[in-house]
């Protein structure tokens, strides 16, 4: 009994108010998922971005330019005719310029390259593009992909809306001394247009005026311009390259630069000149030069 007292009276320690709260409970830590479970889903995303740009591994595109004029319908023939390919994983960007007087197998018999558009679109409204590609793809043995067509009307309205065209020459030509200089719409369509030369001339300056329209676009004091370019340059052509196809082209041609572009034409080295059995004055292909150029630029 004493000591159950002394145990009743025995002084007790002060409870401090932390210990009289409910404890928190206590929190577990798991350990970290595994790392592939974070880099998994951006290496897929990488990898489709990838692909998408990617592939396929080249694209092969006829440009073609008609100088269509009142009164001459739709079957006017093409008066620039450029074959190029675009391989992103170069990154490579070839341009080839195909003589208006070369002489092939055309549907209907030989006759000049350019004919072919005219014909077709002759003998099926619209379908001149196609007939165009059918003969530098059944001549040449390559691969086309698509074309991309524009009149000289909607080149002016495209250069207009770019505020100008900057062209580097490496040597005198047309009106133009050496040297970088600023064409206005009008110069660059008379320019393009030049007839004062011969064919190898107007396809020279057509590949100077295809890198300067490229870098001109290229130049941020251009950028806030590029949104009117762009609706000038929709409304003025026609093309059956599909828009997804559009941002790898783009892509290849931003890694490749206006100086980086390997611009070539089929030279005087390459045809041999000569009169046809309708009195035209014609080149006949000397294929034994073309192919090998064929074959570096296009892998055909």
Known sequence: MAEAAGEATRPT?????AETR????RRSIRPAGPAWRVWLPGATLGALVAAYLFLPGRTNLLLLGTDRRPGEGAAARTDTMILTTFEPAGPYVGMLSIPRDLWVDLPGGPNRINAAYALGEAAHPGSGPQAAVAAVRDNFGLDVDGYLVMEFDGFVRFVDALGGVEIALPEAMGDFAPGRHRLAEAEA??????RRGDDFFRMQHGQVLARGLLSTALRPKTWPRLPLAAA???GSIRTDVSVFEWPRIAATLLRVGSDGIDGRVIGREM?????????AQVLAPDWS???PVLLEMFGQ
């Open 289 to 291: 030069r073309i192919n």
């Open 22 to 25: 409910p404890r928190a409970a």
């Open 13 to 17: 320690r002060p409870v401090s108010p």
């Open 271 to 279: 045809v041999q000149g000569f009169t046809s059995a309708g009195g």
């Open 232 to 234: 000038a340059l929709i």
């Open 189 to 194: 369509l008379a320019f393009v247009r030049d």
